[in-house]
Every structure is written in C-alpha cells, then in structure tokens.
C-alpha cells in the first residue's frame, strides 16, 4: 500500500512538475459564492495556501509542497487526488501548450480542449498514466503555469472530487 502510494504520488508530482501549468466559475468577485457553495456540498473545511485555496473534504488528507507551489489532497484509501500547482516564471502560452501536448502523445490521451472557468481559458485532456485515470486543466497566469489534476477511477463524476474541484479558487 505504501508503495502504491508513492507510486500516485510520483506520478502526480512528476505530470505537474513536467507540464507545471474544471468546471468551475469566474475567480472575480463572485468567487467566495461559488467556492462556498461547491464546499457546502461536502463537509470539510477550505484550506487556503500562497496562490489558491481549495475545499479539504472531512477525512481526506492534504499536502502542501511550498517549494513546488502545490496543494493536494486525497482520501486515506488514495482512490482519488486533486491538485492544485502553479510553477514556473516568465512562461508563455507555447511552454503550457507543449507540456500538455507531451503527456497527451505520452499517455495517448484525450483531444484536447480549452474549457473556460477561473477567469482564464484552460486546455484540458484526460488520460492514463501509471494505471490511474487523469484530468489534467493548464492555463498561463501572469507568466505562471497553473495546472489542476483530478485523479481516480470516476473522478469526473464523483461528488466530492466535483466539490473539491469546483472549489478551487486562485488569488
């Protein structure tokens, strides 16, 4: 179990530290509304860290890599993880285009598409890696790469990983 973990978390790490970049609303002034509402959803508490915040489910676990720029959680059993990471500097629209491009000719994943949520336009693709199915959102905020990874066997349709998800916020 303990090297499984590491496993998700490796993979995790390592596919948003190679592309360091929802459905989620604008991040404007309605923001609060729409984190508080996707919270409410799902008892936990909001946690916010040095460039976002995000909804920390009740008995989920959370790590932040402050050096990475990366806030993660996740439930004791590891079926599922959402991610949170903003890295690089002075990047561009091209450096967020071929990392993600990369892990979609890596993984063999998804066409991708741009989905509009946080104020920005995000490219998306969803695919598997080390047997774990993934979601991967990038987008460029002020010449940082933001990337937000939702990961497990149903994520796209489980209720708490769609209450963390819409919950993120970024400051």
């Known amino acids: 179990m303990r090297r499984f973990r590491m496993l998700v978390i490796g993979v995790a ?9 929802g459905q989620n609303a604008d991040t404007k002034a309605g923001d609060a509304a729409v984190t508080e509402e996707a919270a409410a959803t799902v008892p936990g508490e909001m946690t916010e860290v040095p460039g976002f915040r995000m909804l920390i489910p009740k008995g989920w676990e959370k790590n932040y890599f402050e050096a990475g720029g990366s806030l993660q959680t996740y439930p004791p059993n590891w079926k599922y993880m959402v991610q949170v990471k903003k890295a690089g500097y002075n990047m561009s629209q091209a450096d967020v285009d071929m990392n993600l491009n990369g892990l979609v000719e890596r993984y063999k994943g998804t066409p991708v598409k741009s989905v509009e949520m946080l104020g920005m336009t995000f490219k998306t693709s ?3 890696a080390n047997a774990q199915l993934q979601t991967m959102y990038f987008a460029l905020k002020d010449g940082e790469m933001i990337s937000i990874t939702l990961m497990g066997p149903d994520h796209q349709t489980d209720p708490t990983v769609q209450a963390v998800f819409k919950s993120i916020a970024l400051k």
């Open 13 to 21: 790490l390592i596919g948003a530290g190679f592309t360091s970049c």
């Open 126 to 128: 969803t695919f598997e």
